[in-house]
């Protein structure tokens, strides 16, 4: 099963309204996807040349101010670091290479589960509501989210291996169903560079359009050259800094809903989570085709 | 009028009203409100009595319907009229995927277009879907009559027993052993007879008539490549 959900606001105006509407789409997931529950929200832009970073420790009564005095002396930080329990968003004035060092250095139990100039990734084990009280979702405003209630089927129920899955610069991707061609893409991505942190084959997804971004191809293209490189069965919605995209598998095996209205595109897994939205009802609502890349960019 | 309001009432409170029901009773007409794309829907109901949904369905709303007539005002999730015996079902929107899926009998009825899939299984039930529908529609149809006014997706009618498939638009391809017949009197009667009862103005002689070639029905090793 599975549950996935994205809430695209056409304005680049961020809104308070992005993260209490994304929690409630989320709620009426949950019976989807008991086993966990992640979100990513592009929010706020990190000052200029800095890194924004979701990170995540083993504990969630971690001691991040200790952590924040450590790796500030080596990696100079960029405002306040922002802790919740288990997670943490801290802005550096660094590459993601060098962060990813200086971790597995110094903290190698912290994970970099989202990096960027906008996006921020939380996920854990639990339910809807549980997961987005504990991590202020319902406080956050921005521009675009994405959202996933999970029902393991290819690997085990942890917090790691919970979507959404952040492999490379503001890109998230959240996916409804499971691919067979996962471990061989994994080992040839991992020869161009892309990192893993799993054996999930949604990571492997995700690291897959990196990989093609990182070779210049739009979203929309490197989504195309998918399809003939990913096998098994997908509905897939991806963010990125500025633009929100959903592909389903050329047999549309696992179900989705799009609405578009003025104000923003929605996209969920069942019509009950885009109820909830404001003007939901007046929306443009259809069923996005097999085999069909639906893309939105902010200008 | 009887109005259920489902932002006040559970789906299962409704469907036990509906269950109790004798086939001679007064409550014949139904209005349920803010269905908010809620599952199951008037599920399993085998009264002649009369349902308007105001509003998008989630999955199955009208599965295993026998006597009542339902009128969805809105689109309906996955699987509508799944298993509908007889009565009607009608759909004012677009219908997700598998539409009226191992019907037995009865109308359906899509005034929008349906999704992949409309009529995979069906054992008996008419589907009239005034738009398109997607691909592998009418999938192992086993009987009854599937008359679409728009175009058909990919792989139509693959594996077809002896459903049969009329299509006004386009077909993008036909699946494993389905294949074009002659458009006699009778199949025009049968579309008009649909048509009507639907109420969607279209002309039945300009349809075309797609049913089983009958190779795959046992096993033939020289078929062995279309399996």
């Given at each position: 099963m599975?549950g996935?959900?994205?809430?695209?606001?056409?304005?680049?105006?961020?809104?308070?309204l992005?993260?209490?509407?994304?929690?409630?789409m989320?709620?009426?997931?949950?019976?989807?996807?008991?086993?966990?529950?992640?979100?990513?929200?592009?929010?706020?832009?990190?000052?200029?040349?800095?890194?924004?970073?979701?990170?995540?420790?083993?504990?969630?009564?971690?001691?991040?101010?200790?952590?924040?005095?450590?790796?500030?002396?080596?990696?100079?930080?960029?405002?306040?670091?922002r802790?919740?329990?288990?997670?943490?968003?801290?802005?550096?004035?660094?590459?993601?290479?060098?962060?990813?060092?200086?971790?597995?250095?110094?903290?190698?139990?912290?994970?970099?589960?989202?990096?960027?100039?906008?996006?921020?990734?939380?996920?854990?084990?639990?339910?809807?509501?549980?997961?987005?009280?504990?991590?202020?979702?319902?406080?956050?405003?921005?521009?675009?989210?994405?959202?996933?209630?999970?029902?393991?089927t290819?690997?085990?129920?942890?917090?790691?291996?919970?979507?959404?899955?952040?492999?490379?610069?503001d890109?998230?991707?959240?996916?409804?169903?499971?691919?067979?061609?996962?471990?061989?893409?994994?080992?040839?991505?991992?020869?161009?560079?892309?990192?893993?942190?799993?054996?999930?084959?949604?990571?492997?997804?995700s690291?897959?359009?990196?990989w093609?971004?990182?070779?210049?191809?739009?979203?929309?293209?490197?989504?195309?050259?998918?399809?003939?490189?990913?096998?098994?069965?997908?509905?897939?919605?991806?963010?990125?800094?500025?633009?929100?995209?959903?592909?389903?598998?050329?047999?549309?095996?696992?179900?989705?809903?799009?609405?578009?209205?003025?104000?923003?595109?929605?996209?969920?897994?069942?019509?009950r989570?885009?109820?909830?939205?404001?003007?939901?009802?007046?929306?443009?609502?259809?069923?996005?085709?097999?085999?069909?890349?639906?893309?939105?960019?902010?200008? | 009028?009887?109005?259920?309001?489902?932002?006040?009432?559970?789906?299962?409170?409704?469907?036990?009203?509906?269950?109790?029901?004798?086939?001679?009773?007064?409550?014949?007409?139904w209005?349920?409100?803010?269905?908010?794309?809620?599952?199951?829907?008037?599920?399993?109901?085998?009264?002649?009595?009369?349902?308007?949904?105001?509003?998008?369905?989630?999955?199955?709303?009208?599965?295993?319907?026998?006597?009542?007539?339902?009128?969805?005002?809105?689109?309906?999730?996955?699987?509508?009229?799944?298993?509908?015996?007889?009565?009607?079902?009608?759909?004012?929107?677009?219908?997700?995927?598998?539409?009226?899926?191992?019907?037995?009998?009865?109308?359906?009825?899509?005034?929008?277009?349906?999704?992949?899939?409309?009529?995979?299984?069906?054992?008996?039930?008419?589907?009239?879907?005034?738009?398109?529908?997607?691909?592998?529609?009418?999938?192992?149809?086993?009987?009854?009559?599937?008359?679409?006014?728009?175009?058909?997706?990919?792989?139509?009618?693959?594996?077809?027993?002896?459903?049969?498939?009329?299509?006004?638009?386009?077909?993008?391809?036909?699946?494993?052993?389905?294949?074009?017949?002659?458009?006699?009197?009778?199949?025009?009667?049968?579309?008009?007879?649909?048509?009507?009862?639907?109420?969607?103005?279209?002309?039945?002689?300009?349809?075309?008539?797609?049913?089983?070639?009958?190779?795959?029905?046992?096993?033939?090793?020289?078929?062995?490549?279309?399996?």
């Amino acid at each position: 099963m599975c549950g996935i959900v994205g809430l695209f606001f056409k304005a680049r105006m961020a809104t308070p309204l992005l993260g209490p509407l994304l929690a409630g789409m989320l709620r009426e997931m949950g019976e989807r996807g008991p086993d966990s529950t992640g979100f990513a929200i592009y929010g706020d832009d990190a000052p200029p040349g800095g890194l924004k970073t979701s990170l995540h420790a083993p504990d969630s009564a971690y001691d991040w101010p200790a952590f924040a005095a450590e790796i500030g002396a080596a990696l100079p930080l960029l405002g306040p670091m922002r802790p919740y329990g288990s997670h943490a968003v801290v802005t550096l004035a660094a590459k993601h290479d060098d962060l990813h060092a200086w971790l597995a250095q110094h903290r190698p139990e912290i994970a970099i589960f989202g990096f960027g100039e906008r996006i921020e990734v939380f996920k854990e084990v639990g339910l809807p509501d549980a997961v987005t009280g504990r991590f202020g979702l319902g406080q956050r405003n921005g521009t675009h989210a994405l959202g996933h209630t999970r029902m393991a089927t290819e690997s085990a129920v942890t917090t790691e291996h919970s979507h959404p899955f952040a492999t490379g610069i503001d890109l998230c991707l959240v996916h409804n169903g499971s691919l067979s061609n996962h471990n061989r893409l994994r080992r040839n991505l991992e020869r161009e560079g892309i990192r893993f942190l799993t054996d999930n084959d949604t990571e492997v997804a995700s690291g897959y359009l990196t990989w093609r971004l990182s070779q210049g191809m739009s979203l929309k293209a490197a989504l195309e050259a998918a399809l003939g490189d990913l096998d098994g069965f997908y509905t897939f919605a991806v963010g990125t800094r500025d633009g929100f995209a959903i592909l389903r598998d050329p047999i549309a095996c696992k179900p989705a809903v799009l609405a578009e209205t003025d104000e923003w595109v929605a996209m969920a897994t069942e019509y009950r989570a885009i109820a909830t939205l404001p003007g939901a009802k007046d929306a443009r609502i259809w069923e996005p085709r097999p085999a069909t890349v639906y893309a939105w960019q902010r200008q | 009028m009887i109005e259920i309001d489902l932002s006040k009432s559970t789906v299962r409170e409704l469907n036990q009203r509906l269950h109790r029901l004798d086939p001679g009773t007064n409550e014949a007409n139904w209005r349920v409100l803010n269905p908010n794309g809620a599952h199951a829907i008037a599920v399993g109901v085998t009264v002649p009595i009369e349902i308007e949904i105001q509003g998008h369905v989630g999955y199955y709303c009208g599965g295993m319907n026998a006597a009542a007539n339902v009128l969805i005002a809105g689109h309906a999730g996955t699987g509508v009229a799944e298993n509908i015996m007889s009565g009607t079902v009608r759909v004012r929107g677009n219908a997700a995927q598998s539409a009226a899926a191992s019907g037995r009998g009865g109308l359906v009825i899509i005034d929008g277009d349906a999704s992949a899939r409309c009529g995979i299984s069906m054992k008996g039930v008419d589907i009239v879907v005034a738009g398109s529908v997607g691909h592998m529609s009418a999938f192992m149809g086993q009987a009854g009559t599937l008359v679409v006014c728009g175009d058909a997706g990919p792989g139509l009618g693959d594996s077809i027993y002896e459903a049969e498939i009329f299509v006004l638009g386009k077909v993008a391809s036909l699946g494993a052993d389905c294949v074009e017949r002659a458009l006699d009197d009778a199949a025009i009667a049968r579309v008009a007879r649909l048509l009507d009862a639907a109420g969607i103005g279209a002309d039945s002689g300009r349809f075309r008539r797609y049913g089983s070639a009958r190779l795959l029905y046992n096993f033939h090793i020289d078929h062995a490549a279309q399996y």
